[in-house]
């Protein structure tokens, strides 16, 4: 992403204050980059790799699920703002 797609980074900061880190408590929502690139896809044109980008530095965490990387999230209303 660079400067022109500032847009995106605003669309993947309100997703992030749905979906925020998983804390380690209660139900983790696994999703993948690909995955959440299709839940924005009514916004816009997301890539796997902008949407991994965007998770690995706003402190999301990795499992692997039947050998497919997934992130680990959890509901919850906590916006992540530059």
Do not use: H
């Amino acid at each position: 992403m660079n400067q022109t797609d500032e847009w995106k980074i605003i669309v993947l900061q309100r997703y992030a204050g749905e979906f925020r880190p998983y804390s380690g408590s209660g139900t983790a929502i696994k999703k993948s980059s690909e995955d959440i690139a299709f839940d924005l896809s009514g916004m816009g044109e997301f890539t796997a790799d902008e949407v991994s980008a965007f998770m690995a530095v706003n402190g999301y965490t990795i499992e692997f699920d039947d050998d497919k990387p997934v992130w680990l999230l959890q509901e919850g209303k906590k916006a992540i703002t530059e």
